[in-house]
C-alpha cells in the first residue's frame, strides 16, 4: 500500500507545517486578538490533516470510530474556546493595536493642548 | 527514539517547575501546573503507564485546576513577598536530595532483565493472571482481585475526604428555600451565572455534556479490556457536571444533582464493594474472595471486578462533585455579598 | 512510516514547545491561556501519532480524555474572569 502511505505521509506533514506556522505565529503578531487568529486557525487545519493522515493508516475497525470522534470533538470545542476567549478579554476591556494607538495619540493632544 | 521523547519531555517539565518557583502570579501559577500534569501524563504514557496517564489527566489537568481556581477567586492573585532568607532551606533541601541519590546508586540498573522483579514478581503475574482472572488488562486485575483490599482502602479514604472537606466547608443551600421560586431572585442569578451572554459556550456545552457522559461509560466497562476503570470514569462523569454548572449557573447544577443525593451516591459507592465482599464471605470463601459468587471461579472473578468498578466509580464521582459544589458555593458567598 | 511518525513527533514537540515559552512568557494574561489551549490541543495529536509510533492504539481514548479535560480548562478559567476582573 505505498500511495496509501505516501499519502498519509503528505497530509502529516501539511499538519505539522501548519501547527509550526501557527506556533510562530503565537510570538510574531502584533496583537492578542491576532495571536487568537493564529492559533485558532492553525490549530483547527492542523487536527483535521493529521487526523486525517492518521485515518488513512487504520484497518476499518473501533480505532476508526475513537479518531473520528476526537476529530468531532476538536471540531466542536476548539473554535469555541478560542471564541470565549476572545469574548471574554473583550469584555475585560483589552483593547486592539488600533485602538490603542488612538487611545495614545488621543492622551499626547490632550498633554499637548494643556 | 523514546529515549530522545523522554528527554525533550523532561527538559519542558523542570523548565515549567523552575518557572512556577520564580513566578509570584498565582493565576499564571496554575495554569502552568495544568500543563505540568499534562506533561508528566505524557511521560507516564511514554513508559507505557496507560492507566496511570489517564487519571493524571483525568485528575491532575481537569479537577485540579478548576478546584485551583475557584480557591483563587477567593484569595488574592498575587503571592506576597517572602522577607526571610532562604539559603538555609535550601541547604537542607540540596541535602537530603543528594542522600537519597546517593542511595539509589545501590539500586539495579533500571530496566535490566535480571533484576530481581523480572525474576519473580512481574513473571508471576503474567502467566498466572490469564488463568486464574481471564482478562486482557493485567493492571485492572491486580487493581481489583489480587489487591482489593487496598482498593478498598482507597475507596475508603476518598469518602472520607469528602466527609472531611463537607464537614470543613459545607454547601450553600438550595435558592428556593430563602423564597418562592423565581421572585425577586433576577439579580442575584445574573450576578452568578455571568455565562448569560455566551450563547455559543451554552450551546456547545449542551452538546457535549452528554458525549462526555457517554464516553465515561465507555471507560467505567471497558476497564477489562483497555486503560479506564472505576476511578477514571467517577472523575470525567465529575467533570461533565462541573461543566454544566460552570457554563450554567451553580444554582441550576444544585437543582440537578443535589448534594445530599450526592452524599447518599457516595455511601452507596463503598456500601456496593463491602457488600460484594460479604456475600462472598456469606458463600463460604474469605471476604472479597471472588470465586465464590459464580459456579465458575473465572466468570465469578469478572463479575467481582465489574461490580466493585461500579461501586469505584460511583463513589468518586459523587465525592468529585460535591468537593466542588463545596468549593463553588464559597465563591458564590462570597460574591453575593 | 515509523519515520514519519517520528518526525511527525519531534515537530509536535517542538510545537509544544513553544506553546509553552509563550504560556511563560506573555505580555497579557491572556495570551497565557492561549498558550496552554494551544499546549493541549497539540497534545491531543502527539499521543495519537506517539500511539501509532509504538504500535498500541488504545492510547486514543486518553487523547479523548485530554480533548474533554483541555475544553473544561478552558471554561473554567474564563469563569474565574467573569469573577475577578485581571488586573494587568
Not at chain 1, 40 to 53: C, P, Q, R
Not at chain 2, 81 to 95: C, G, Y
Not at chain 2, 141 to 160: H, I, K, M
Request: glycine content about 8%.
Amino acid at each position: 500500500m505505498l500511495v496509501l502511505d505516501i499519502v498519509s505521509s503528505i497530509l502529516l506533514f501539511a499538519g505539522v507545517f501548519f501547527g509550526l506556522t501557527g506556533a510562530v505565529g503565537l510570538f510574531r503578531f502584533p496583537d492578542f486578538f491576532t495571536r487568537v487568529h493564529a492559533a485558532s486557525i492553525t490549530d483547527s487545519i492542523a487536527v483535521i490533516l493529521i487526523i486525517s493522515g492518521l485515518l488513512l493508516q487504520t484497518a476499518f475497525d473501533l480505532n476508526t470510530a475513537k479518531l473520528l470522534f476526537i476529530l468531532l470533538f476538536l471540531m466542536i470545542t476548539s473554535p469555541t474556546a478560542s471564541h470565549a476567549l476572545a469574548k471574554s478579554a473583550r469584555h475585560g476591556g483589552l483593547l486592539t493595536l488600533g485602538e490603542s494607538k488612538q487611545q495614545k495619540q488621543q492622551m499626547q493632544q490632550k498633554e499637548a493642548g494643556q | 527514539m523514546a529515549v530522545l521523547i523522554d528527554l525533550v519531555l523532561l527538559a519542558m517539565l523542570a523548565i515549567t517547575a523552575l518557572r512556577v518557583i520564580f513566578l509570584k502570579d498565582l493565576f499564571a501559577v496554575v495554569m502552568l501546573f495544568g500543563i505540568y500534569s499534562l506533561l508528566s501524563a505524557l511521560i507516564f504514557i511514554n513508559l507505557d503507564a496507560v492507566d496511570v496517564a489517564f487519571t493524571e489527566a483525568a485528575v491532575g489537568a481537569g479537577i485540579s485546576t478548576v478546584l485551583m481556581l475557584s480557591t483563587l477567586a477567593l484569595t488574592g492573585r498575587t503571592e506576597k513577598e517572602s522577607r526571610r532568607s532562604s539559603v538555609l532551606p535550601l541547604l537542607v533541601v540540596v541535602a537530603t536530595g543528594a542522600a537519597l541519590i546517593y542511595g539509589t546508586l545501590d539500586m539495579p540498573p533500571f530496566g535490566a532483565a535480571d533484576n530481581p522483579i523480572h525474576q519473580h514478581v512481574a513473571p508471576r503475574y503474567i502467566e498466572e493472571s490469564p488463568k486464574e482472572v481471564g482478562m486482557p488488562n493485567m493492571v485492572t486485575s491486580v487493581l481489583a482481585s489480587y489487591r482489593g483490599f487496598d482498593t478498598f482502602g482507597e475507596t475508603v479514604v476518598v469518602f472520607a475526604a469528602a466527609i472531611g472537606v463537607l464537614s470543613l466547608l459545607g454547601v450553600a443551600r438550595r435558592r428556593e428555600e430563602d423564597g418562592a421560586p423565581d421572585s425577586g431572585l433576577k439579580e442575584s442569578d445574573l450576578k452568578e451565572s455571568g455565562f448569560k451572554g455566551h450563547k455559543v459556550l451554552r450551546v456547545v456545552a449542551k452538546l457535549i455534556i452528554p458525549l462526555t457522559i457517554l464516553f465515561a461509560l465507555y471507560v467505567q466497562f471497558h476497564g477489562d479490556f483497555g486503560p479506564g476503570g472505576g476511578f477514571q470514569a467517577g472523575v470525567i462523569v465529575a467533570a461533565a457536571f462541573i461543566l454544566y454548572a460552570l457554563v450554567f449557573s451553580l444554582s441550576h447544577a444544585l437543582r440537578v444533582v443535589s448534594p445530599k443525593f450526592l452524599q447518599v451516591l457516595a455511601s452507596l459507592g463503598v456500601l456496593l464493594y463491602a457488600s460484594v465482599g460479604i456475600y462472598s464471605m456469606l458463600k463460604g470463601g474469605n471476604f472479597l474472595d471472588y470465586n465464590k459468587l459464580a459456579a465458575d471461579p473465572l466468570a465469578g472473578q469478572h463479575y467481582g471486578i465489574i461490580i466493585i468498578e461500579l461501586g469505584v466509580g460511583i463513589t468518586v464521582f459523587a465525592v468529585m462533585l460535591n468537593i466542588f459544589y463545596a468549593f463553588a458555593s464559597q465563591v458564590e458567598r462570597s460574591n453575593i455579598k | 512510516m515509523t519515520a514519519v511518525f517520528s518526525a511527525v513527533c519531534i515537530a509536535i514537540l517542538v510545537v509544544m514547545a513553544l506553546a509553552l515559552a509563550r504560556a511563560m512568557k506573555a505580555p497579557t494574561v491572556y495570551d497565557r491561556i492561549l498558550g496552554v489551549n494551544m499546549f493541549g490541543t497539540k497534545t491531543v495529536l502527539f499521543i495519537a501519532v506517539i500511539g501509532y509510533l509504538m504500535g498500541r492504539p488504545e492510547f486514543l481514548d486518553i487523547a479523548i480524555v485530554y480533548a474533554l479535560i483541555n475544553f473544561i480548562g478552558m471554561v473554567a478559567v474564563l469563569r474565574y474572569f467573569e469573577y475577578t476582573a485581571p488586573t494587568e
